[in-house]
């Protein structure tokens, strides 16, 4: 297919469309409104159901009904409003509901500000609600993953029957670029094994209920570990950029991973020897791209849009504590190329 200019919001929004998606409720929020605002017209167009709600709760408590009919489900939200959405993504893992949730970040605390920033990780990584549970994290860098990671998204959140997110930020959501669309597929929720459909609600088995109960207590332990553990060893992605002879390692995604390949690029052509790993899932985290790396490396610099380095922890533990591990991390600015190469070579002396 031909490639059109589109925004990241948008893109995300009609690849979602093309997954099947025939479901989306959700809130208006900067820098994500955008996914909302082409939904309220598109979804009409292929036969699904829009519904701009009155409050984020509201947007993530519809998604749990139209994930238990079978539907594929859409809500889209950013830094304040994902965080009221937590209890219904904690309900979707409870209920091996299949759904996913798109937050657009934004920079800061509560209300924080509209500007581009990556404070969500460790909401977004650790479950930000009560219970056991994890969910797929997937971080896409251009336009184009922004579309490729939504489909991806919903045949992930069906094949573990689990709830998925998508962490986007507001300079993905908001930058114009290039995508090849994919093409546009149906859903049918009938054959949905979970759905709670009109005839199979009288039926024991299509009661919507944690699971948990359906199971027992250990029965229920063996289940969710055994879960996870298939997510953590099937599901790590990531894109690593001459990290074959590399001193020093960047870690980044989303925005922060193109200033840091262009950072790379830079210092290659300098003689200096930096490599990149960008997480594609942020969880699970790619361990598998730091256990690839040789003994040649000296050390791993984060390159982060928050002020606590929150994606650190992730890579001192992807690293077993061998090797130092250093941030550079912005608040309100993308980080610099200059910035970074400064910090990588400080790193060794140079």
Known sequence: MAKELMKGNEALAEASLRA??????????????????????RMEEVGGQFIQ????????NMVFGAAAAGARALTSTSGPGFSLKQEG?????????????????????????????????WQLTRGGGHGDYRTIVLAPASVQENADLAVLAFDLAEKYRHPVLIASDAAIG????????????????????WACLPRKIREEKYILRNVYYDMGEKPYVTYLKEKYA????????????????????????????????????????????LGLIRPITLWPFPQKAFDELGDQVEGFLTIEMNILAQMSDDVLLACKHKK??????EFDEVPSVKTVLERAKAMLGK
């Open 324 to 329: 130092p591990v250093e941030n550079y991390c």
């Open 174 to 193: 908001q930058m114009v670029e290039p995508v090849e669309l994919p093409e546009m597929k149906e859903h049918d929720p009938s054959k949905a094994e």
């Open 89 to 121: 993504i904690s309900y979707l893992c409870g209920s091996d509901l299949p759904a996913v949730i798109v937050d657009v970040m934004r920079m800061g605390n509560a209300l924080g500000d509209i500007f581009q920033g990556q404070g969500d990780y």
């Open 20 to 41: 099947g998606c025939r479901f989306f409720s959700g809130y208006p929020i900067t820098p994500q409104t955008e996914v909302l605002e082409r939904l309220s017209w």
């Open 230 to 273: 298939r997510m953590t060893e099937n599901e790590q992605r990531y894109e690593a950029v001459q990290t074959e002879d590399a001193e020093i390692v960047l870690v980044a995604y989303g925005i922060s991973s193109r200033i840091a390949k262009a950072a790379v690029k830079q210092a290659r052509a300098e003689g200096f020897k």
């Open 53 to 60: 709600t009155e409050s984020e709760l509201a947007g993530i």
